[in-house]
Nanobody
Framework: QVQLVESGGGLVQAGGSLRLSCAAS????????MGWFRQAPGKEREFVAA????????YYADSVKGRFTISRDNAKSTAYLQMNSLKPEDTAVYYC??????????????????????WGKGTLVTVSS
């Protein structure tokens, strides 16, 4: 089992930045891939970014590429999502998730749980125009 708790959400103006954190406990953090996902009101949950268990490989949705950066600190059992140049369309509840396999570019074709086994409860990000 892995327990995940997100933090760092809030209200920010367009063009601003936020850093989300995901603290993990339970199963060895360094053995799981981590991902960030989001769900806007009235829309399906979508993939944002993922990182392999070593941190050597990352993959991003086209909509956030160049603006968001996913990272992890295995010593702290924490994953991060640095979000820059935020846009109103980035407004959503952001979820972190953990899974036993890193899917790389295949995340673009996955749906549902995106191959992830554990999910946090989410943190709200609101970007005002």
């Amino acid at each position: 089992q892995v327990q995940l708790v997100e933090s760092g959400g809030g209200l920010v103006q367009a063009g601003g930045s936020l850093r989300l954190s995901c603290a993990a406990s339970g199963r060895t953090f360094s053995s799981v891939a981590m991902g960030w996902f989001r769900q806007a009101p009235g829309k399906e949950r979508e993939f944002v970014a993922a990182i392999s268990w070593t941190g050597d490989s990352t993959y991003y949705a086209d909509s956030v590429k160049g603006r968001f950066t996913i990272s992890r600190d295995n010593a702290k059992s924490t994953a991060y999502l640095q979000m820059n140049s935020l846009k109103p369309e980035d407004t959503a509840v952001y979820y972190c998730a953990a899974g036993g396999r890193y899917y790389g570019t295949s995340y673009a074709n996955l749906r549902g749980n995106y191959g992830m086994d554990y999910w946090g409860k989410g943190t709200l990000v609101t970007v005002s125009s």
